[in-house]
């Protein structure tokens, strides 16, 4: 019988918890163990990260790391999940409300939500310590940034993507499968894909994680045996999946030549409009708790009512929400464009 401890540090036996998973042939408790000793980071916690760290966590992974920028939305319900109504009145941080709500799913586990924006600073912190990176973002940016991490830190990572009825998986094992740049490099239409342009249906989200968990689960228990590199394509209005064999690029700039393009771009503070939204990103130096209560004070002395959390702080400014976090990201929402934010951000900010 193996044994984990709870957050108590009490002896939790786990023969109950997993057992109909331990019956499985292809898993039986040796595979079991491993899943039990396995750490992984999920890169994105909103619907295909939600559904990932709930299934991570009820099949026992020991050590889950989630990373992610936003809060909760009422978007996200209908395709996010444990995410609540509560959590949207809250403004929860995505990444607390899952390490929050996963911890009452199964206490025997490590769970941390890290609310933060991806960057090549914040996975070196993560990459070390774990077995495999899963990608769970909505922007091509990430991924390709995730790409050249992993192949720098020899970490195997799956690749997945959703839009619309559409959704793709892929397994990557750097200098044994292809890259993501060996298959996406110059494919710039890829980028044009996402649910806030084109939506989502709320079925193809666990059509795409059972793939990206399954092949998750092969690859921890198999090691180097696993072999099942291919590109799998899902359809869940047409209820279809391909998958195509892939071949490595023998003159992939990244894993082949190790030239990192998104790890050797220069940090910029540089206002950005978020990709299918009207919404607007600053970086401010606003990243420190006298900072963050700089803010409350301002908008105390001004009347301007809002609501705050252990990680943001969210008002109304000429009828734009606003919300910054911690971490001294800005978002001004119902904006068109990058120019009227900028305009409303200096008159806020003087």
Same mark, same amino acid.
């Given at each position: 019988m193996f044994i984990q401890y709870d957050h108590k540090g009490e002896p939790f036996m786990m023969d109950s918890r997993y057992s109909r998973q331990m019956l499985v042939s292809s898993i039986g408790k040796q595979g079991q163990k491993k899943l039990n000793e396995a750490s992984v980071l999920i890169v994105g916690g909103g619907a295909l990260g939600s559904h990932m760290a709930e299934m991570c966590a009820r099949m026992g992974i020991s050590q889950i790391t989630i990373l992610d920028r936003d809060y909760v939305d009422l978007s996200n319900l209908q395709r996010q999940t444990l995410f609540t109504e509560e959590d949207v009145l809250n403004k929860e941080a995505k990444a607390f409300a899952l390490e929050k709500h996963l911890k009452k799913i199964n206490s025997s586990i490590k769970i941390e939500g890290m609310v933060a924006d991806v960057n090549k600073q914040i996975l070196e912190q993560y990459i070390h310590n774990i077995d495999i990176v899963l990608d769970c973002t909505d922007n091509f940016d990430t991924r390709f940034l995730? @790409?050249? !991490?992993? =192949?720098?830190?020899? *970490?195997?990572?799956?690749?997945?993507?959703?839009?619309?009825?559409?959704? @793709?998986? !892929?397994? =990557?094992?750097?200098? *044994?499968?292809?890259?993501?740049?060996?298959?996406?490099?110059?494919?710039?239409?890829?980028?044009g894909a996402s649910c806030d342009l084109i939506g989502v249906q709320t079925t193809l989200i666990p059509f795409i994680t059972s793939i990206q968990s399954s092949i998750m689960v092969k690859m921890l228990i198999q090691q180097e045996e696993f072999d099942d590199y291919y590109f799998y394509q899902m359809d869940s209005w047409k209820l279809q999946m391909n998958k195509f064999a892939v071949r490595r690029n023998k003159e992939c700039k990244s894993c082949v030549c190790k030239e990192f393009e998104h790890l050797n771009k220069a940090y910029t503070d540089e206002a950005t409009q978020l990709c299918g939204r009207d919404t607007v990103q600053f970086r401010t130096s606003l990243h420190e708790e006298a900072h963050f209560q700089q803010l409350v004070n301002y908008l105390d002395e001004?009347?301007?009512?809002?609501?705050?959390?252990?990680?943001?702080?969210?008002?109304?400014?000429?009828?734009?929400?606003?919300?910054?976090?911690?971490?001294?990201?800005?978002l001004i929402h119902e904006v068109p464009d990058v120019k009227r934010a900028k305009k409303l951000y200096y008159q806020l900010f003087n």
């Open positions: 995730i @790409n050249e !991490v992993c =192949i720098l830190h020899n *970490k195997k990572w799956i690749f997945a993507s959703c839009a619309g009825t559409y959704g @793709n998986v !892929v397994p =990557i094992s750097p200098g *044994k499968s292809a890259c993501l740049d060996c298959l996406l490099a110059n494919t710039p239409f890829f980028n001004h009347a301007i009512s809002y609501k705050r959390n252990k990680f943001i702080v969210s008002f109304s400014y000429k009828d734009h929400p606003i919300v910054l976090f911690k971490d001294g990201r800005l």
